[in-house]
């Protein structure tokens, strides 16, 4: 009934360099803005807008929305997510609404909120049409 598919994409975000640490113990309060991938392990209170992705450490805590291109969490957010592709592991917890063209959870993992898969909503509407 159910295949796993041998055909899956890494995320864009695997390949690409971290350029930006927020390590744990630092708090950074306000809006965060840039255009490379940034690792956090420490805690942001606001908003977090960088363009080409996100991971989210097992310390990390994120109190705001998440707007990327790729996201690996594996500590917590209580806030949305506007992304792409997105990876929740394990040891992540998600208290807010995703939307997503990709989606994977591993088993462990916690997320509390509405999902939006964008991708499907497309091909539907194209269809329609």
Known sequence: ???KSNKQQPLEINQKEI???IGEGYTFTGELHGSTVIRI???IIGDVNVSDGVVLGENGIVEGN???KSAIVYGRINGNINTTQLEIKKTGLVNGD????SLE???GAQYNGKLNMKKQEEQILAKAS
């Open 1 to 3: 009934m159910f295949k």
């Open 19 to 21: 350029s930006t640490i």
């Open 41 to 43: 392990e420490g805690k």
């Open 66 to 68: 998440i707007f990327t």
């Open 98 to 101: 995703i939307t997503t063209d």
């Open 105 to 107: 959870i591993e088993l």
